[in-house]
């Protein structure tokens, strides 16, 4: 399967808006988007021609697969399972893939970017409901417990210290390292800036 391999902030800027792919450098001075707000390439600071409809639902649709760290096929395929079911595609769409538990671990604060917590799930070291699961795309429901295994406790000690802003929709203790999905993400709860509507537009066509 196919995979990037470049710099994570190339990609923040060839979509103009922070993806947070790099944890904490992402809000420090470091940022690439503050410090060079242009497209990457010897022609970024060139004038930019007004984007063909087409183009507005490309980009967004890129946009949006940047943000979970997916490939084409997985996320057409998200796209597919929503339009196959009975309300708005784009909000079923994104809940899914907020409900996908790499970036559950992401959203409790246990990685510092859907990255490193996709390696950390990858790694064994996430448990649903008391038994180990190891892939990514692993789809929680609500009333599901996501916790660190026991054994491996001691090496995410720092996260006691550590107080992310967690959505409304999910719950974490960072003194017992468990968590809780209180509620299925809707479409409020996901503070992205995404306009799914323009992704269904380009999948439907």
Same mark, same amino acid.
């Given at each position: 399967?196919?995979? @990037?391999?470049?710099?994570?902030?190339?990609?923040?800027?060839?979509?103009?808006?922070?993806? !947070?792919?790099?944890?904490?450098?992402?809000?420090?001075?470091?940022?690439?988007?503050?410090?060079?707000?242009?497209?990457?390439?010897?022609?970024?600071?060139?004038?930019? %021609?007004?984007?063909?409809?087409?183009?507005?639902?490309? %980009?967004?649709?890129?946009?949006? $697969?940047?943000? @979970?760290?997916? =490939?084409?096929?997985?996320?057409?395929?998200? @796209?597919?399972?929503?339009?196959?079911? $009975?309300? &708005?595609?784009?909000?079923?769409?994104?809940?899914?893939?907020?409900?996908?538990?790499?970036? =559950? =671990? @992401?959203?409790?604060?246990?990685? !510092?970017?859907?990255?490193?917590?996709?390696?950390?799930?990858?790694?064994?070291?996430?448990?649903?409901?008391? $038994?180990?699961?190891?892939?990514?795309?692993?789809? &929680?429901? &609500?009333?599901? =417990?996501?916790?660190?295994?026991?054994? %491996?406790?001691?090496?995410?000690?720092?996260?006691?210290?550590?107080?992310?802003?967690?959505?409304?929709?999910?719950?974490?203790?960072?003194?017992?390292?468990?968590?809780? &999905?209180?509620?299925?993400?809707? %479409?409020?709860?996901?503070?992205?800036?995404?306009?799914?509507?323009?992704?269904?537009?380009?999948?439907?066509?």
């Amino acid at each position: 399967m196919a995979k @990037y391999t470049g710099a994570d902030c190339r990609l923040c800027r060839r979509e103009g808006t922070k993806l !947070f792919l790099k944890g904490d450098r992402c809000t420090s001075k470091k940022c690439a988007i503050d410090r060079r707000p242009t497209p990457p390439g010897i022609h970024g600071m060139g004038r930019r %021609r007004r984007m063909s409809e087409y183009g507005l639902q490309l %980009r967004e649709k890129q946009k949006t $697969k940047r943000y @979970y760290g997916l =490939v084409e096929k997985q996320f057409k395929n998200y @796209y597919i399972k929503a339009s196959r079911q $009975k309300g &708005v595609t784009g909000e079923i769409m994104l809940s899914m893939l907020e409900r996908r538990l790499d970036n =559950v =671990v @992401y959203r409790m604060g246990i990685g !510092f970017s859907r990255a490193q917590a996709r390696q950390i799930v990858n790694h064994g070291h996430i448990t649903v409901n008391g $038994k180990k699961v190891d892939i990514p795309s692993y789809q &929680v429901n &609500v009333g599901d =417990v996501i916790a660190i295994k026991p054994a %491996r406790k001691e090496k995410f000690a720092h996260l006691k210290e550590y107080r992310p802003i967690i959505p409304k929709w999910l719950d974490f203790s960072t003194e017992t390292l468990e968590g809780k &999905v209180l509620a299925l993400p809707a %479409r409020e709860d996901i503070d992205l800036n995404i306009n799914e509507q323009l992704i269904v537009e380009h999948y439907s066509k």
